[in-house]
């Protein structure tokens, strides 16, 4: 059974910087992509970032140039770090996880942007 575990979530200020990471388990192959979304309240669940299993990523247009994307095989660990967070980056960040046998989600982190 793959299992998606997120952490790194919490409160920030504005302009601060969190680092998200999402830990991999189970029987994991042949993995397609893998990624972030995020959820705020009242709101449809959106894309934030992703990365191919050859390392091709791609964001969202309101994250680029302060988010990145990594996997590292070796844990296997998916992270996502992300600068000058704003009130609207505020909500629930899913990571997830799409292979040839099945597409995995997480619980879900809550990030709260506020002052």
């Known amino acids: 059974q793959v299992q998606l575990v997120e952490s790194g979530g919490g409160l920030v200020q504005p302009g601060g910087s969190l680092r998200l990471s999402c830990v991999f388990s189970g029987r994991i192959a042949s993995i397609n992509n893998m990624g972030w979304y995020r959820q705020a309240p009242g709101k449809q669940r959106d894309l934030v970032a992703s990365i191919t299993w050859g390392g091709g990523t791609m964001y969202a247009d309101s994250v680029k140039g302060r988010s990145i994307i990594q996997f590292d095989n070796a844990k296997p660990t998916l992270d996502l770090q992300m600068n000058n967070l704003q009130s609207e980056d505020t909500a629930v960040y899913y990571c997830?996880?799409?292979?040839?046998?099945?597409?995995?989600w997480g619980q879900g982190t809550q990030v709260t942007v506020s002052s």
């Open positions: 997830y996880l799409d292979t040839i046998w099945g597409h995995y």
